[in-house]
């Protein structure tokens, strides 16, 4: 994956592209708003990691001329402004995600990893497949090996997203947004203990595994 | 406007000159009002009573010539009506009316005028000046009747009239001024007390209060809600202080592992082992983590307890959410052998952030399963309590807080003894705390489904909100 760094912190964002690169991404870094935004224009990027806070050019309004532009390139935001009001803010301005400083890194790669797959966010899925296990979105059901798997609502929505995202890292934070909609820790396991009742349903009775644990990250589903 | 003295440049001192002219003003009006409608009144009245003569000196000679003019005017002379008469035959000889000669500054015939002329006053025994009113009537053969009338009584009066309005102006003119400077005097010297413990405060000084008359005047008014400012901010700093105070000491023995276990490392030198550095750099790192949870977390209280965001709150129904916690958690209680149960009322309305209530309660709710014995019981209620309220509350089997530790446990950073052991921030539920305040909730703190013979009371933590009406055409979606 091509990815864009746009921050002025030039150590955080060098810490940012030698763990992007050692990933296995290529990672370029612009210093401030202006070059962000040029190098964005010029050269086509899977992912745009942006600052809030930028020099000569902040992160939100980089974002709104891009998308203003017709840019759908998808975009991640990073900012040291965590409250609920900021990340209205972002994804308002045309943000995809919208992760608070300090993070981990295994979270930031996985939240970039993730957005690279919606590149083509209009097209319609209805079934979802992962090794001999099959999501049917309009009937709601799921199957593995032909059998089926009788999943309560909040369940489904949970293997739906780690569905969406095979074969990536999804951590714990993520589900808690995407799956739960909450945007803060409740500290306790919930997660994985949810997790580990999706997982029983899913895999117990079969020989190989589908849902893997990333230890230190969070969770992949992968055939 | 600087070089004026403090008084003058208050703005009740600017509203009172200004009202003490509009006042003078219409004392102006009033005067020329009361002119017109005496003194234009006499005149009229004067000039319609002199005409009336002159028709009727005119008919007279039109019948009778000189003689019988001369005739009427002798007539009238002798009556008691103030009316003048002189009467002269060419090159001005007298010869009746009751003034002896014309007087001096004569109208010329035609229309009226005023005049003055000199009369006796038999009671004064002097000779007194009256004003008069009147005209000259020319008969052919260079015949002159004066006819006039008396108008100092009138007069007299317009101008007793005229003086008093002109004396109430100036009064109100003065006392509109002095009144001004009083007041505005007055007004200045508290604003001055006002701005003084402004001053004082910017200082440094945040124990002073604005002085207060108790007259519930609007400055009096604004020295309360200054005072109350003051109070709320001092409450404030003092809370910050604390936090920060708090901060300090719950941050600084994480801090301190962190640099020992480093520096330790450091310190091998050449013989650095790889696993054990490693394991150093993990529990680091796990200490890094908790350290940002502790400063997010204090954070958020601080901004919940400025007040921030207390406006956006519309009226939900907090059902929906609670079915969301209770789905979240139940698996959790489960697998640590406790019972869980949620008791649900839907349909009730209050005015709440879901985000903020779906952390707090996540708060109490993760409480309660860390704490609560296995084979215990956990519940979650949202209900209509008897006095109207809508109260969301959570009673667990656990080892409970005793009473007298009550209010202690929703400060920041206190854990009790007991549970130290347990992970956490010590902050879950200074937040709980912060959220019921902002959300003008009342917070009940107390025993709970426990038995206190097994030494495990229980806990019992409520928050009961005033129910609030949802507006007609307003639905709340849950995202």
């Known amino acids: 994956m091509r990815i864009l760094i ?5 150590e955080a964002a060098h810490y940012m592209q030698k763990g992007l690169r050692e990933s296995g991404h290529v990672a370029d870094h612009a210093s401030d708003g202006e070059i962000g935004l040029e190098m964005a224009r010029t050269s086509d990027y899977d992912v745009l990691i942006v600052d809030r806070m930028l020099p000569r050019l902040d992160g939100l309004t980089l974002v709104q001329i891009l998308r203003d532009d017709g840019e759908k390139t998808p975009v991640l935001f990073l900012s040291a402004l965590g409250e609920v009001d900021h990340r209205i803010e972002g994804l308002k301005a045309g943000g995809d995600d919208y992760l608070t400083k300090p993070y981990a890194f295994a979270e930031l790669l996985a939240r970039v990893e993730a957005q690279a797959r919606r590149r083509d966010p209009d097209a319609v ?6 090794g001999d296990m099959e999501m049917d979105l309009l009937a709601r059901t799921v ?5 089926t798997i009788l999943l309560q609502p909040r369940e489904f929505r949970l293997l739906e997203f780690l569905m969406k995202h095979a074969g990536q890292v999804v951590t714990r934070t993520m589900l808690l947004e995407k799956v739960w ?14 997790v580990s009742r999706l997982r029983s349903k899913i895999d117990k009775e079969f020989d190989h595994p589908l849902l893997h644990t990333v230890r230190g990250a969070g969770y992949r589903l992968q055939a | 406007m600087n070089h004026l003295p403090a008084f003058m440049r208050t703005t009740t001192f600017r509203f009172t000159i200004l009202a003490a002219s509009l006042f003078a003003l219409s004392a102006f009006a009033l005067l020329a009002f009361v002119y017109e409608s005496t003194a234009g009144v006499f005149t009229r009245q004067t000039d319609l009573l002199l005409a009336r003569q002159i028709t009727e000196f005119k008919s007279a000679f039109n019948k009778g010539g000189i003689n019988a003019v001369n005739k009427i005017v002798v007539e009238h002379s002798t009556g008691r009506d103030p009316y003048l008469y002189v009467f002269t035959r060419p090159g001005g000889k007298f010869v009746s009316g009751n003034l002896s000669a014309l007087p001096s500054a004569m109208p010329k015939p035609g229309a009226n005028r005023r005049f003055t002329y000199k009369v006796y006053n ?35 009066l317009v101008d007793r009239i005229s003086r008093s309005v002109w004396i109430a102006a100036g009064l109100v003119l003065a006392l509109g001024l002095i009144s001004g400077t009083l007041i505005s005097r007055r007004f200045a010297s508290r604003l001055d007390a006002l701005n003084n413990v402004a001053r004082d405060v910017m200082a440094g000084d945040l124990k002073r209060r604005a002085p207060r008359n108790n007259t519930g005047d609007e400055l009096d008014e604004l020295a309360e809600n200054l005072n109350a400012m003051l109070s709320q901010i001092e409450r404030l700093m003092a809370a910050t202080r604390h936090a920060g105070d708090s901060i300090a000491h719950d941050l600084r023995s994480p801090l301190t592992r962190m640099r020992n276990r480093l520096e330790g ?30 400063f997010n977390s204090v954070l958020r209280i601080a901004r919940l307890e400025a007040g921030e965001q207390r406006e956006t709150y519309n009226a939900i129904d907090p059902a929906p959410l609670m079915h969301d916690l209770a789905e979240l958690f139940e698996p959790v209680a489960e697998d640590s052998g406790l019972e869980f149960s949620a008791e649900i009322e839907d349909g009730l309305h209050i005015r709440a952030d879901q985000g903020l209530l779906a952390q707090a309660f996540s708060n109490v709710l993760d409480n309660a399963l860390k704490y609560t014995p296995k084979g215990g019981a956990v519940a979650l209620r949202l209900r209509k309590q008897r006095n109207g309220k809508v109260a969301i509350s959570v009673t667990d089997t656990g080892p409970g807080v005793p009473a007298d530790k009550r209010e202690a446990v929703f400060k920041r ?3 009790l003894e007991e549970s130290r052991t347990q992970s956490g921030s010590g902050l879950g539920l200074a937040l709980v705390f912060a959220v019921a305040k902002a959300h003008g909730a009342e917070l009940i703190i107390d025993d709970g489904a426990g038995d206190h013979a097994t030494g495990n009371p229980g806990l019992h933590i409520a928050m009961a909100f005033p129910a609030a009406r949802m507006r007609k055409n307003k639905t709340s979606t849950l995202t």
């Open chain 1, 6 to 10: 746009i921050e002025d912190d030039l």
């Open chain 1, 125 to 130: 899925q209805t079934h979802l497949n992962v």
């Open chain 1, 143 to 147: 199957k593995r090996a032909g059998q």
């Open chain 1, 181 to 194: 909609d909450y945007h803060f820790d409740p500290q306790t396991n919930v997660i994985d203990v949810h």
């Open chain 2, 122 to 156: 038999p009671e004064t025994q002097a000779r007194e000046t009256h004003r008069a009113r009147g005209t000259l009537i020319r008969f052919p053969g260079d015949y002159m009747l004066l006819v006039a009338r008396d108008t100092e009584e009138e007069s007299a």
């Open chain 2, 265 to 294: 490392q450091l310190r091998t030198g050449e013989n650095l082992d790889a696993r054990e550095a490693k394991a150093a750099l993990h529990s680091t790192l796990d200490d890094a983590d908790q350290l940002l949870q502790t």
């Open chain 2, 413 to 415: 950073f206190v854990r």
